[in-house]
């Protein structure tokens, strides 16, 4: 098994919203199996895990029909429309994902009131945008890029999170990028390096824990023989050294002198040795 306390990777990628998928939705997915989700797969390779009373329902789809690698739905009702959906593209670091999955599993044990906690109009009109703070801690710039959409964007410019005020059609936040939230990086919206959306009515603090591991600003572990050219052009690439060995401590070296082998006693020592001068020849006869 591999050791957890050494990194999956040969590199470290920074800023890390330039980081890739890792390839694998394991790790994502062990916040809710954890918790006894119900997973199937299909012939694909598709995998859908459900909840018990089926009200949120996740999808990790690299066989689907788009590059939207991962779903996440919740239902006020098991088989109604949506209450809110979620999406992360297929070149979306798993770290994020994870965050998402994580803070999901912890609203989902507290109860519908808090996987399926929505704005209350009236009551707290800037609630919504409680989930830019990480990112304004770290040094990302508010910005108003078109009618309607305030922005938030990452110092090297190359990420930035959208909110899109106004009506939006509920069909196309599910379906579509056309949604209330859309965390993107890359040097241009409309073909983002990798992307995630969050319908209208997500729980502002499932968006929160995305925003908070985007922000933190500790590396992410890489395999650069994985890594696309898009990072190794844009992104800082450190190499990931092998750990030093611990210092020897008092008992350590104490051990170490317990089992050396003792001194020979002088008697011992033998009287030749290749270093001794060779015998003195004998009279000739």
Not at 188 to 207: E, G, M, N, Q
Request: aromatic share 10%; with cysteine.
């Amino acid at each position: 098994m591999p050791d957890p306390d050494q990194p999956d990777g040969d590199v470290y990628v920074s800023p890390r919203h330039l980081a890739s998928t890792t390839g694998t939705g394991d790790p994502a997915l062990a916040p809710l199996l954890d918790l006894g989700w119900d997973l199937q797969r299909d012939d694909l390779g598709n995998v859908y895990v459900h909840a018990p009373d089926r009200r949120v329902r996740l999808g990790y789809l690299p066989e689907g029909e788009d590059d939207g690698l991962w779903r996440i739905n919740a239902y006020a009702v098991p088989f109604g429309q949506p209450a809110w959906g979620a999406c992360f593209s297929d070149s979306c670091p798993t770290e994020f994902v994870h965050a998402f999955t994580t803070a999901l599993a912890a609203a989902y044990e507290q109860g519908p009131d808090a996987y399926l906690a929505r704005p209350v109009a009236g009551t707290n009109a800037h609630e919504p945008f409680l989930a830019v703070a990480p990112l304004v801690q770290q040094g990302w710039e508010i910005d108003r890029p078109r009618r309607d959409v305030y922005a938030i964007q990452a110092p090297d410019g190359l990420a930035a999170l959208e909110f899109t005020a106004g009506a939006l059609e509920p069909e196309a936040e599910l379906s579509t990028r056309d949604a209330r939230w859309q965390l993107w990086a890359g040097t241009s919206i409309d073909r983002p390096f990798w992307y995630a959306t969050a319908s209208t009515d997500t729980p502002v603090a499932l968006l929160t824990a995305v925003t908070r591991c985007v922000a933190d600003p500790a590396p992410l572990p890489r395999w650069q023989r994985e890594a696309y050219s898009y990072i190794k052009g844009m992104a800082q690439l450190t190499p990931i050294l092998p750990p030093r060995p611990p210092a020897p401590t008092p008992l350590d070296l104490q051990r170490a002198a317990s089992r050396r082998p003792a001194a020979l006693p002088a008697s011992s020592v033998p009287r030749w040795s290749t270093t001794s001068r060779p015998a003195a020849p004998g009279p000739r006869r």
